[in-house]
Nanobody, 122 residues
Framework: QVQVVESGGGLVQAGGSLRLSCTSS????????IAWFRQAPGKEREGVGC????????YIPPSMKGRFTISRNNAENALYLQMNSLKPEDTAMYYC???????????????WGQGTQVTVSS
């Protein structure tokens, strides 16, 4: 049973922007730690950012800080990953995950979406 759903991926040119959404019909997302991960073919799953439950403060890895932001819309039970200045190396499947333990690693998250593909052309 899919608990979270990602949307908003697509094809964009380098330098462009995309906003990914994470929603759920079964989980109240503000009660969970929510993280975004990405995985490119042949590469390990990589954390893109994480936001604590009942909080608006998000952690973005240094390599993506300044380009990626995470925000919540509790009224719509949604989270967003805003990605600006996209690069071809950002091409990957992007996943939203929900958990209650920590932001450390994929194993900390209990609920995963099926992913949304982001492709950045050069």
């Amino acid at each position: 049973q899919v608990q979270v759903v990602e949307s908003g991926g697509g094809l964009v040119q380098a330098g462009g922007s995309l906003r990914l959404s994470c929603t759920s019909s079964t989980l109240t997302l503000r009660d969970y730690i929510i993280a975004w991960f990405r995985q490119a073919p042949g590469k390990e799953r990589e954390g893109v950012g994480c936001i604590w439950r009942n909080d608006d403060i998000a952690y973005i890895p240094p390599s993506m800080k300044g380009r990626f932001t995470i925000s919540r819309n509790n009224a719509e039970n949604a989270l967003y990953l805003q990605m600006n200045s996209l690069k071809p190396e950002d091409t990957a499947m992007y996943y939203c995950a929900a958990g209650v333990r920590s932001c450390s690693q994929p194993a900390d998250f209990d609920y995963w979406g099926q992913g949304t593909q982001v492709t950045v052309s050069s």
